[in-house]
Structure formats: structure tokens, C-alpha cells
């Protein structure tokens, strides 16, 4: 279910994260938050900028991460258009995994 914010709020950081963390990497079956890929979130009234990496720079599923962000995050209310920057630098590593996942992939 995606958050619903009213007109007079606008996007939230808090709501477009929580959408996020509903889309879930392919391959792995970690949502992309907790997966650590989410660098960063902006809002500007009705813009969303979405700051990303993947899990390497060869990931195969580049496209489909990015389509699957674009899609959730227009739909939260209040958004009119939203940005994605792409980013390798600093490079993913496992410990930007959530603990709560880490145990699950052996990294605890």
C-alpha cells in the first residue's frame, strides 16, 4: 500500500522511504532500502530526487530497479516528477546492509 499524504503536506523523506522499502531487489528479496542501495531523498515541493547505487556496476538489473523506484515513488502523493542520480561513488558494500538482514546473509 502506498502512503497517502495530503495536498497541504506534500511528499514527506519519511513517506517516499517507505515507499521504497516496499520494492523489493530481484535477486536478492531485500527491499532496496534495507538493502542499503537508497543514498539519499530530496524533496523539493512537488520534486523527488532519489539518490541510488546497485550492488555493482555490472548489476543486470539496472533498468528494472530504476523503472521499479521511478513507478512507487510518482505514485505518493503530492509528487509531480521525480529524479533518479545514479551513483557509484562510495561503491555498495555488504555493511550498508540492515543488521536485521546481515545475520540472514552470513555478514554477522
Partial sequence: MTPKLTKKSGPSKITVMTTLRQIMDPELHINIADLGLIYGVDISPTTVTVTFT???PGCI???TIHKLIEKAVKKVSGVKEVK???VWDPAWTSDK???KYRAEFGFD
Fill in 97 to 99: 546492509i540492515a543488521p
Fill in 84 to 86: 533518479l542520480e545514479l
Fill in 54 to 56: 546497485l550492488t555493482s
Fill in 61 to 63: 538489473l539496472a533498468g
